[in-house]
């Protein structure tokens, strides 16, 4: 990786954080130091405890980032959709789109969950909000759609969400991603 400059407009945080998340995803989190992530940064280790108080902090950020995208990624499905079983439709397939452009190497929080297995650890907590919240999120689109037994189809949809995004990675990324859409439509009661 070569050193990125600082974009023009961007914060020296959100560059960090641009940097320590390409690394942690691309490498996972505990093999990357806080010495190349300022290396490739290009800034200073001061420069990265003024906006992280360490590594750790570091890491939540990097995760709460990514799961902002992911809401961000619903919000605006949903701003789009013309009725629940649209925005139904068009989860499903922003969960397939994602695992194929976004998260070509697993997702993000099943990673960081391998690397912190203590529960309570503020790395997990934020990977617990973030399936909670993505779990309350299917449970309230599936509703909306008035499909019954929505918490078992909840649970069957986080599962097909976490096969793909590992399943995308492990094999073909077109056979995981054809397989999930037509599980998941199924499961969804979606044609």
């Known amino acids: 990786?070569?050193?990125?400059?600082?974009?023009?407009?961007?914060?020296?945080?959100?560059?960090?954080?641009?940097?320590?998340?390409?690394?942690?995803y691309q490498e996972g989190i505990n093999s990357v130091g806080i010495d190349?992530?300022?290396?490739?940064?290009g800034v200073t280790r001061?420069?990265?405890?003024?906006?992280?108080?360490?590594?750790?902090?570091?890491i939540v950020a990097y995760l709460e980032r990514e799961d902002e995208a992911v809401r961000a990624q619903?919000?605006?499905?949903?701003?789009h959709a013309i009725s629940p079983d649209h925005l139904l439709e068009l989860a499903i397939e922003g969960i397939a789109?994602?695992?194929?452009?976004?998260?070509?190497?697993?997702?993000?929080?099943?990673?960081?969950t391998a690397e912190f297995p203590d529960p309570a650890s503020p790395v997990r907590q934020v990977v617990t909000r973030h399936r909670e919240w993505f779990r309350g999120t299917?449970?309230?689109?599936?509703?909306?759609?008035?499909?019954?037994?929505?918490?078992?189809k909840?649970?069957?949809?986080?599962?097909?969400?976490?096969?793909?995004l590992v399943g995308s990675y492990l094999d073909d990324a077109r056979t995981a991603r054809r397989a999930f859409l037509q599980a998941a439509r199924s499961c969804a009661g979606l044609p």
């Open 36 to 41: 190349r992530i300022v290396q490739e940064a």
């Open 138 to 152: 299917l449970r309230d689109l599936l509703t909306a759609a008035k499909r019954a037994d929505a918490q078992t």
């Open 97 to 112: 789109d994602d695992a194929a452009r976004h998260h070509t190497r697993g997702c993000p929080f099943i990673n960081a």
């Open 154 to 164: 909840t649970d069957f949809l986080v599962m097909l969400r976490d096969a793909v």
């Open 74 to 79: 619903f919000s605006g499905a949903a701003e």
């Open 1 to 24: 990786m070569t050193q990125a400059p600082v974009r023009r407009g961007s914060s020296a945080r959100e560059h960090l954080l641009d940097i320590a998340g390409e690394l942690f």
């Open 46 to 58: 001061a420069t990265l405890y003024r906006h992280f108080a360490g590594k750790e902090r570091l």
